[in-house]
């Protein structure tokens, strides 16, 4: 049973920034996904299983970064300059397959979420 533990949510002012965690019992191809409320899942990042592949929605590119350390199973989602519209209950996912990929419907394995709240 593959197990994704995520961490690093939190309160944060608009323009400040947060690093989320997700630590995986494997080496798989990975994402973040968030889900605000009211509001569909989305697809945030992704990252390939070698890391040398990543793909940003629109909305974060050139804010946030994902990146992996596969010595430690772990990827990392760096979130500069964030907004409001940012806030949302971040998850974690996991793909067998070794590519990077934006549906969710190509994510096998899901953590259980990290709240991050971003004020005005």
């Known amino acids: 049973q593959v197990q994704l533990a995520e961490s690093g949510g939190g309160l944060v002012q608009a323009g400040g920034s947060l690093r989320l965690s997700c630590a995986a019992s494997?080496?798989?191809?990975m994402g973040w996904f968030r889900q605000a409320p009211g509001k569909e899942r989305e697809f945030v990042a992704a990252?390939?299983?070698?890391?040398?592949?990543?793909l940003y929605a629109h909305s974060v590119k050139g804010r946030f970064t994902i990146s992996k350390d596969n010595a430690k199973n772990t990827e990392y989602l760096q979130m500069n300059s964030l907004k409001p519209e940012d806030t949302a209950v971040y998850y974690c996912a996991a793909r067998r397959g070794p590519a990077t990929a934006q549906s969710n419907e190509n994510y096998d394995y899901w953590g259980q979420g990290t709240q991050v709240t971003v004020s005005s």
């Open positions: 990252i390939s299983q070698k890391g040398s592949s990543t």
């Open positions: 494997g080496r798989y191809a």
